[in-house]
Structure formats: structure tokens, C-alpha cells
């Protein structure tokens, strides 16, 4: 019996190999190794496919973030509202930023943040409100940039689970004042190592986000102000432009493997992920829920089916985060996502057999 992954990305690679080889050989060959012209052709060519007037290369997304929310001089004293069911890396920017965290319970249907728990969460300290886009699905947006224009606070959405995503018709990271993104190499739009980037419209952030990515020179050798390391490099930049002319296409096949999966599974007591109507999901994960989580996750590996958790314990539960600063109350939807949320194989790559053999595999779960 063949093991089904969750994600291949040798069969990415193998996809795509004769393009990648030469631009990987091309920047050996230049020479130029960082802040090149592939760093800058890149930054042109995501900040197009954002929708935005700018893109900054940085050297993770967990940077991104922390970049962008110090580009908006936000700093120790300030509050960010954030999901608790995220990725780690969304809670530990704001802090290595200075901020705190003041984390939010989500809605189960798109795992965005509660609009009603944002408002709720707002104080004299906040300055901005962190929408993440998780699994690819866009935060239902309009009432969080409501609230963020009545009060007077900043958004910066974490796109790094939403490369190409459309909410209401437009780009997720092109709503707010900043978005981050990720190209850890399992993202959608993924490097062969780390690397993030920064978009936004204003040109003010813009330009000293590429001051603060390199130790605050305007002029080389010169610091203007405090900055830090965080570049994307020459090699990432080239695999990613190789990879972004590639990126529509395959988020249409994860779209095309969602409805599939859809409708094999609509017979099953699993609960399904939306596919909100005006908006486009790109399947960063496909993600179902069920009460007896940890025994079809465990059922589906011994019929080599291979599933992920993402994530298993909501971060203001975890070791490191529970017990820093103010005492939080419970999460009521978070915790329960953390709990039932389990997501299946999903990449482009995959085959038709492969998703109905993951069907099968569920159906005979449920025949026990
Ligand atoms: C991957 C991810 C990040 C962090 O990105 P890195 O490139 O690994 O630093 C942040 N937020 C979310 C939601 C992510 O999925």
C-alpha cells in the first residue's frame, strides 16, 4: 500500500525542475547572492500579483509581521488583537515587535477572528487588529475593518496560509495597511528554505520596512535608524519567481481537489470547510472537523493515509504563552477547533485516486 502525504513537494519540484534548475543556476552563476536584481523582480512581481503598491522581501514570515507592526511604530505599551488558533509565529511577532498580545476567539465556519470578541477586546491600548487568514480561507473582513475605522486602529493581516486568496473580489493583504506573508516551502507559495515579504499601499511603510530589513541604511554603512537582518536572499527570490508564475494554476487545482473532496465526503458526519461565495478559498489545507478527531486520525494511518494538526493546542494555552501576562479567559471556539480540527492530504500534485482513496479510507472509519 502506497502512503498518501500530506504534502509532496518533490513532486512539486519534479513538476517544475528544468525551470527551477536554471534559475537556481543563474544566480549562482551571477555572483550576487543578496539584494540583487531577482530580489527586486520579485518584490515588482508580488507586489502586482497582490494587488498592492509595494512588496518587501524579508527573510521569514514570522519577520513579516514583526517588521510590519514596526513599521507602524508599534511598540512596548501597545495592544494587538489576535487569534489564538493560529500558527505560534503570528503571537511571537507581535512580542519580539514589543507589543502584547490580546488574543480573540474565532468563528468555527472560516476559523477567522470574532468581529463581536474584537470589538469586546478593544482598550485605550489598542493599536491594531491582526486578521489571519488560516487554511487559505479569507477573514470575513468588512466588520473587522469597520471596527479598525471607527477606533482608529491599524490592520495587518497574516497572509501566510492565503497566497492568492480573494476576498470580495480582491487579494487578501490588499485590505489592510500591511499584510505579511510566508514562503516557508509547504505554503502555497513556498521557497526552498525560509522567506517572507511585506505588502502594502502605503509608500511611507514601504520604505522603511526596507530600511528596518537592513540594519536602518539609507546609505550603506550608515544606520538612520535601529534596524535588523532580515533579507530575503538572491536564491529564494529566483525559485519564487519561478514559482509564483505557476501559483494561479495551482491554487485552481487545490480548489478543484476541495469541491471533489466536498462532494465525496457530504454523506459523512465530518464537518466540512465553507467555500464562502463571494470569496475564493485557496486550500492552504483542507481542514474537517469530528468530535472523535484522534481516533480517524489515527484509523487513517494505519490505512496509510497521512493527516496533519494545525494546531493542537491554541496559543494562549501553550506552556510559553499561558502564563505571560494578563490571565485570559477561556476560548470557547478555539479551544474546540484545536481539539476536532484535522486536515487531510492536500497539494496540487495529487492525483483523483489519491483523494478517493482518502474518502475510502474515512468511509470505512465510519463502517467499524
Ligand atoms: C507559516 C506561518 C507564519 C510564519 O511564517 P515563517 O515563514 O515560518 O516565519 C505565520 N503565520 C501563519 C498563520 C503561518 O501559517
Known amino acids: 500500500m502506497e502512503m498518501i502525504p500530506v504534502v509532496d513537494l518533490q513532486k512539486q519540484y519534479h513538476s517544475i525542475r ?61 495592544e494587538v488583537i489576535v487569534p489564538s488558533h493560529t500558527a505560534v509565529a503570528t503571537v511571537a511577532a507581535v512580542e519580539r515587535a514589543g507589543a502584547k498580545p490580546v488574543f480573540v476567539d474565532i468563528e468555527l465556519d472560516r476559523f477567522g477572528m470574532d468581529p463581536q470578541a474584537v470589538s469586546a477586546s478593544i482598550t485605550s491600548q489598542t493599536r491594531c487588529i491582526m486578521p489571519v487568514h488560516l487554511y487559505g480561507c479569507p477573514v470575513d473582513l468588512k466588520p473587522i475593518l469597520e471596527l479598525a475605522r471607527s477606533n482608529h486602529l491599524l490592520i495587518v493581516e497574516d497572509c501566510s496560509q492565503a ?4 476576498y470580495q473580489g480582491r487579494k487578501v493583504g490588499a485590505w489592510g495597511d500591511a ?18 515579504a511585506v505588502v502594502t499601499n502605503n509608500p511611507a511603510l514601504a520604505e522603511k520596512i526596507q530600511l528596518l530589513r537592513q540594519y536602518g541604511w539609507k546609505e550603506r554603512y550608515i544606520s538612520s535608524v535601529k534596524g535588523m537582518n532580515s533579507r530575503l536572499d538572491e536564491l529564494q527570490a529566483a525559485i519564487l519567481r519561478v514559482k509564483l508564475r505557476h501559483l494561479d494554476a495551482w491554487n485552481a487545482q487545490r480548489r478543484e481537489h476541495a469541491n471533489l473532496y466536498l462532494e465525496l465526503l457530504k454523506n459523512t458526519e465530518l464537518m466540512l470547510p465553507v467555500q464562502p461565495k463571494e470569496d475564493q478559498h485557496v486550500f492552504h489545507q483542507f481542514v474537517v472537523r469530528h468530535s472523535r478527531r484522534d481516533a480517524l486520525q489515527q484509523y487513517l494511518r494505519s490505512q496509510g493515509v497521512q493527516t496533519s494538526i494545525l494546531y493542537p493546542v491554541p496559543v494562549h494555552l501553550q506552556p510559553a504563552y499561558k502564563t505571560s501576562g494578563a490571565q485570559v479567559d477561556p476560548l470557547p471556539q478555539s479551544e474546540r477547533a484545536a481539539r476536532e480540527v484535522l486536515s487531510l492530504p492536500m497539494f496540487p500534485e495529487m492525483t483523483l485516486a489519491q483523494i478517493r482513496q482518502v474518502c475510502r479510507s474515512i468511509m470505512s472509519f465510519y463502517a467499524l
Open 18 to 78: 528544468a525551470e527551477l534548475d536554471e534559475a537556481i543556476a543563474g544566480v549562482i552563476e551571477s555572483g550576487t547572492y543578496i539584494l540583487g536584481r531577482e530580489v527586486t523582480e520579485f518584490e515588482n512581481e508580488f507586489a502586482r500579483y497582490c494587488e498592492t503598491g509595494h512588496a518587501i522581501g524579508v527573510a521569514s514570515g514570522t519577520d513579516a509581521i514583526e517588521l510590519a507592526l514596526r513599521s507602524c511604530d508599534i511598540s512596548a505599551g501597545d
Open 163 to 166: 497566497h492568492g486568496a480573494l
Open 179 to 196: 499584510a505579511a506573508f510566508s514562503f516557508y516551502p509547504t505554503k502555497n507559495l513556498g521557497a526552498g528554505g525560509d522567506g517572507g
